[in-house]
């Protein structure tokens, strides 16, 4: 595999009118071109926040730190992402080598434009088509994702089409530019649960086909467990556990990835009460010292917790956790 | 095509509709206040100094067929009102229509100008005020829109006209020269007006254009925040085709919805307006028709005239927004 993007302490800080607050805080991973990388955390917790990060796309009173380092490996060369400038520079990664689906298809069309002139506009401006030729690319893409009749479909607009057919329509969008990744921010959260199985589907099919890497946030551990290969857990804007899917699943290191994974309703047992994780993620203008979750942890070791920065510590080659459970050999060094 | 000429056909009924039940309800009104034509134009000769009976007020009655129920009354006004023809004043005895004719289209004239005027400069301003980051542009927007909110227009023509006086010893009242007063409409005659009009039409504009702007400003504030414009961002869509395309291109709807509940407002600003400025060829005849002479019939037809005026500009503006926005046009033609 080649390595597609690496992401080094990325730190996002947003102004405020209650001041300075941190969204973000030393965030690091990579991807490998055909990779599926989920990224798990609640509300707030700051995955979309990176995921736009990729791509420039937070507001303009987002502050990157200096040390914030993100670099696409394109078969051209790297692309140093925080150093691209103006808009036209972004393109690159902005529906380039790089598309986005969000989480309301239907709001993330324009209401008043149809489908396809959206699907057209974005290819005019990342290809050397014709309209005549992007018209045609375009409909084969809405074919491609399984949507009946496209060249009707193509002239329609976003309110007309169903949700499900609506978020196919967005990745074919998204598709159609060929990008190297695809970023897919709660894809199917909006979507029934069967319409959601197709759509996931869909995807796994593409990123085979296209072999083009993902990143998915979601708050849904079993869409993580179906789709990704790897996972990287956040937590008010830090990754707190990180690693290949199955061993973060069935060996969670992290308090919090305990917690998030004995949240999930047992559908064997319907009697068994849900144990959601006690209390409530911290406003980020609160952020507690130490450890972030160290205010919900059930599984506090001392003074440290509340201090100390826990660093990462392996679990295995590849899954690694920051908790100071590993990192105090004073209170049993690796706990598993 | 042919549902587009029915959904046309269908709003244009529509707008008949509710001019006849404003017309009624107008006629109403003109029919609750104490007293009828008759009587009005009696109590008019009498303070002239004639001696009236009770029998000359009756037989006035019948000569004005007043003594006709009042459905069928109204009847024959509506019908009458659709044909631009309004009978004669109450006091004046002067048919009406002759005597609003050309200050009716006027008045009109001045308000569509202002209107006009007031979005020509609030749609820019409005969509830079929304979209740009700079704090000094905002602010002093901001400062001017509320000036112009907030000083009256009567107050702003009194300066003016005072300002005018002394520096340049002219008032700048009236709408024509003396000399073109009465005269037929000819080049020099329209020169005249248009060296007159820009006054009234400033007035009536610098209210209407601070208010457009704060609709415009958080219309566009509302559609810059929207999902779609990150969407459209995020595929590379940048710069003035980011800007027109999508949040512009949406806010342009509420736009122009906005435009009938506008000339609204300028019409009532109107008569105030007219009055300071002595513009006897404008909206101060309803004023005068009302409050002074409680001239029913000429003020029936005056409100009837201006309803018909807002309901005409509703009318386009629903067929407008049926051929820019497809939700609407889908939702005509199913």
Redesign the interface.
Known sequence: MTRLLDVENLTLQFDTDEGRITAVDNVSFSLEAGEVMGLVGESGSGKSVTAKSL?K?NA?NAHYSDDTKITLHLEDGPIDIMSLKN??E??VV???AI??I?Q?PM????????IGD?MV??LL??TDMNSKKAKEVSIEMLDRVGISDASTRFKQ?A??LSGGMRQRAMIA?ALSTKPKLLIADEPTTALDVTIQAQVIDLMKDLVTEFGMGIIFITHDLGVIAQTADSVAVMYLGRVIEQGPVREVIRTPAHPYTQGLLAALPDLDNLDTPLKPIPGDIPSPLERPPGCVFNTRCPKVVGDVCSTVVPDFANMTEHHKAACHLYTQPQNGGSAK | MYQFARFAVIRAALAVLTLVLVSFIVFSLMELVPGDCAERYIAFKASQGSVISAADVDAERVRLGLNQPYVQRWGIWIVNAFQGEFGDSCIQRLNISQLLGQKFWISLGLAMSALLLAYVIAIPVGIIAATSKNATLNNSLRLVSYLGLALPNFLLALMIMLFSTVVFGDSLTGLFSKEFRDAAWSWAKLRDFLGHAWLPVFILAWSATAFAIQTVRALMSDEVGKLYVTAAAARGVSGRQLLWRYPARHALGPIINSLGFDLNRIFNELPIVALILTLTEAGSLLIEALARSNDQQMAGAIIFMLTASIVGLNFVTDIILALTDPRVRRSILG
Not at chain 1, 109 to 114: D, T
């Open positions: 791509m796309l303009s808009s036209k972004m393109q902005r529906g380039g598309s986005m969000f309301e709001a993330s069309f324009a209401p008043a434009i149809s959206q506009e974005q401006i990342h607009f309110f007309e969008m």
